[in-house]
């Protein structure tokens, strides 16, 4: 007598998932890793090129005269002087000196209570903002 195995439902199904584990596994790494390098071959058509002309490109540059910067901070410490600010009203970033801030425009240097900026050839200072007074405030002695 030969007994027959059943196969388990729930045997199936673990298999099942893990078939299908193993193929988006596959697919993820086929769709995200580097296509294999192309072959260089040579050919005897010569390689057109075409001019293209600056004027496009200026249309859709951000110019260095349109960039709105404001200081919202300077500390100094043992590696050196940053700036805080904001760059055409976005939120404050940190900046060292000779970082860019937007096409053209680069942070120069940082002085104790102004920045030094260059747009291009021309060189701006942008002094923080002072604090107002406070109250004077009674002596509690």
Request: charged share 20%; hydrophobic share 45%.
């Amino acid at each position: 007598m030969q007994w027959i195995r059943r196969p388990d439902p729930a045997a199936l199904v673990q298999g099942a998932a893990i078939l299908a584990t193993l193929a988006g596994l596959a697919t993820w790494y086929l769709l995200l890793s580097d296509p294999p390098p192309l072959e260089a071959r040579a050919s005897s058509a010569t390689a057109v090129q075409v001019a293209v002309p600056e004027q496009p490109a200026r249309w859709f540059a951000r110019r260095s005269d349109s960039v709105t910067l404001q200081v919202t901070g300077l500390f100094a410490g043992p590696r050196g002087r940053v700036a805080i600010l904001a760059v055409d009203g976005s939120s404050p970033q940190p900046f060292l000196v000779g970082e860019p801030l937007a096409e053209g425009v680069w942070l120069e240097a940082i002085e104790p209570d102004a920045v030094v900026i260059r747009r291009g050839e021309r060189r701006e200072r942008l002094a923080i903002p002072r604090l107002a007074q406070g109250p004077e405030l009674p002596d509690l002695r």
